[in-house]
């Protein structure tokens, strides 16, 4: 029976409730707003007053039955899926979960080596064997992207036990590696297909854009809605189809590390989300992509900036470009995205989704508008017009790209002895945390990998560009194993 998209049962229950006049004997403590406080003054109490815990009628997102339920068949029809799961951790909690519901320890997993941290995590608390493919190196632009499907097709053959392959659909800057083609191959292995498509939510409800994860055949898809759907942050889908996927491992999985006490206005604003996404999505994408395409052609008549749109990444190999991201190569400028990203924030108020050495990212949704573009395009021809007549040096591109090698399985390295070293005098030893550029969180190298001079010299790029590192020790150190004390965890004692 086709499903009725105006319908959003969690949200108009939850509406329902905060109406009733219940008296709260229970949890949140706010009482639905009954405290006042400093930011009750700014948004009212309304927004408290969704803010339900879980009362009698509201279902149960660790089991749902009844408005969360319907809730969720309606999103998994959206996005074309059998079923879907409410996340109120994001994608993160996603890539979690179908990590760890796919791989027990010691299994092997394919997955591009510019995975989000989150993936990284999930073979730490899994157990997994990390298969990594090299992604595509972008010298121009100085970024990793896509998988070339050879590539996946390599690793495929040479781990023919491997129980998954994670496709980013679409990375960070929009590009797409042949999700269909790699599909159809993993499934000719009995391997499963996870997609990474926190930046791909979009995708289901237009044609001008990639194929999204289940239109390709793929059997689980993390979606962040909040990040170009329009949902509140934080808040993510699971959907999944086909025989390949066992449910209860999956429900049980997400139910380990999703919170008992789920926010109701996450799931409600998924409820929302998918509901204006479906009736929108297909007339007012299209526009989207008009308007951006427009934008990049004016970025590109100013002095020093170039757009770069999808004619540049398909020359790149990639399989396909999201439309709807702009990339602004600045560095001709002899400017870092750094600078620009500082200076779009403080002198115009603008702020962008993310900077690299070379570029800055404006990622756009249905709720971006033509003044926004303009007052973008403005800002850049006026940053061009005070910079380009100093003649700067352009950045120079990063010569090398090395990923670092594997000593031990990131579990492994995570459990061992360990000690803290300068960095610098870290060459050759065995990493025991991930080191990260943020955004976008990918890590430069990860537990169990070995530190080489390359990836000091990248690290110290990276630091001279601008860029925010992050690592769980204290800036200039790094968590190392202890190779001495090391002898007696036995890796054949550990899971
Ligand atoms: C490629 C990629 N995957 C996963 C995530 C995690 O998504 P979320 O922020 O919804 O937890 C991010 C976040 O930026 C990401 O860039």
Request: aromatic content about 8%.
């Amino acid at each position: 029976m086709e499903k009725d998209h105006n319908l959003t049962p969690f949200y108009t229950k939850l509406k329902a409730y905060a109406d009733s006049g219940a008296i709260c004997h229970d949890v949140p403590g706010h009482k639905l707003g009954q405290i006042d406080n400093d930011m009750m003054d700014y948004t009212g109490k309304q927004i408290f007053k969704l803010d339900a815990n879980a009362p009698r009628g509201m279902d149960n997102l660790n089991r749902p039955q009844g408005v969360i339920l319907e809730a969720t068949e309606l999103m998994a029809d959206a996005f074309g899926a059998e079923k879907s799961y409410f996340l109120t951790g994001g994608t993160t909690m996603g890539i979690l979960s179908m990590i760890m519901s796919t791989c027990r320890a010691k299994e092997k997993i394919i997955l591009p080596r510019n995975v989000h941290k989150s993936a990284i995590n999930a073979l730490i608390l899994s157990g997994a064997v990390p298969i990594f493919v090299k992604p595509y190196i972008d010298q121009e632009l100085g970024i990793a992207n896509h998988m070339d499907y050879e590539e996946v097709k390599k690793a495929i053959i040479e781990n023919p036990d491997a129980m998954g392959v994670l496709v980013i659909n679409p990375t960070y800057f929009g590009v797409t590696s042949d999700l269909e083609r790699i599909v159809t191959l993993a499934h000719e292995y009995d391997m499963k297909v996870l997609v990474d498509e926190a930046h791909g939510s979009h995708f289901p409800f237009s044609n001008k854009l990639p194929i999204g994860a289940m239109e390709a055949g793929a059997d689980l898809a993390s979606c962040s809605l909040h990040k170009t759907v329009g949902s509140l942050t934080q808040s993510s889908i699971l959907i999944a189809q086909g025989p390949r996927v066992d449910h209860m491992r999956l429900r049980s999985t997400i139910n380990m590390i999703q919170s008992t006490s789920p926010s109701s206005l996450l799931l409600a604003s998924l409820d929302i989300a998918r509901k204006s996404i479906y009736q929108k999505g297909p007339k007012q994408l299209p526009e989207l992509i008009d308007m951006a395409k427009k934008t990049r052609e004016q970025i590109n008549q100013i002095p020093g900036l170039k757009a770069l749109g999808k004619a540049y990444f398909l020359s790149r190999n990639a399989f396909n470009y999201d439309e709807t991201k702009i990339i602004i190569k600045v560095s001709e400028l002899g400017l870092t995205g750094f600078d620009v990203y500082k200076e779009l924030s403080d002198t115009y108020k603008i702020q962008v989704e993310l900077a690299e050495t070379h570029l800055v990212l404006a990622v756009l949704s249905i709720g971006t508008t033509q003044k926004d573009l303009d007052v973008l395009v403005e800002a850049l021809t006026k940053i061009s017009e005070t910079y380009i007549g100093m003649h700067l040096e352009p950045i120079a591109p990063k010569i090398k790209y090395s990923y670092p090698e594997a000593y031990t399985r990131p579990r492994e390295a995570y459990h061992a002895p360990k000690k803290y070293m300068p960095i610098a005098q870290a060459v050759d030893e065995i990493a025991a945390e991930s080191i990260m550029i943020y955004p976008p969180g990918i890590p430069i190298v990860i537990p169990g990998e070995i530190i080489s001079q390359d990836i000091l010299d990248d690290l110290e790029f990276y630091q001279r560009s601008g860029s925010v590192i992050l690592s769980d020790t204290e800036s200039g150190y790094i968590k190392i194993i202890d190779k001495e004390y090391w002898m007696k965890w036995s890796e054949d004692e550990d899971e």
